[in-house]
């Protein structure tokens, strides 16, 4: 899968779209640790998509029956085997999970993506709303830091007799 574009075609099961590359890739959220995926592998239990992923077998079988993760293949014994589209999928998810987008716009996305080509310009509408929405978020950080660095800076000089600072 290439890293820009909607091209979603892959094997007989539903369209998605691709995260990026299938490179081996990581997704770690805040204090998780995630493991590399493994080279020339293309089948995973959810134990390992969840050490892959760091996210836990509870949030993945949550996502698919919230309808955010495709259809999952299933062995003739009913377990999950995910591929490496799924983890690209996974890793997209996990995107835009860091930039704030709700559940429910999440799943929007994933329902837009399998109803197909046509829904191309819904998609790039939700993406740039998100993306306006990332970049508010990017100049209050600045702002912020910009803060942070003065008052750091002050704490920084040599402590002056008979003043106190009150922030």
């Known amino acids: 899968m290439d890293s820009g574009t909607d091209t979603e075609t892959r094997d007989t099961r539903e369209p998605r779209e691709s995260g990026g590359t299938r490179t081996a890739r990581t997704r770690r959220g805040a204090g998780e640790a995630a493991g590399p995926r493994p080279e020339g592998q293309d089948r995973y239990t959810i134990g390992e998509v969840a050490a892959i992923t760091g996210l836990s077998a509870h949030t993945l079988r949550w996502y698919e029956r919230i309808g955010l993760m495709p259809h999952v293949d299933r062995t ?10 799924d983890l690209d999928w996974l890793d997209l998810v996990g995107k835009l999970r860091l930039t704030g987008m709700s559940v429910a716009g999440m799943v929007r996305y994933a329902e837009l993506v399998r109803e197909g080509a046509e829904t191309f310009g819904q ?17 209050e950080l600045h702002d912020t830091l910009a803060v942070l660095n003065r008052k750091i800076d002050i704490y920084s000089q040599p402590a002056r007799p008979h003043t106190t600072a009150k922030v």
């Open 76 to 85: 003739h014994t009913g377990q999950r085997r995910f591929t490496n589209p």
């Open 123 to 139: 998609r790039r509408a939700l993406l740039e709303t998100t993306r306006e929405d990332v970049l508010r978020r990017i100049d």
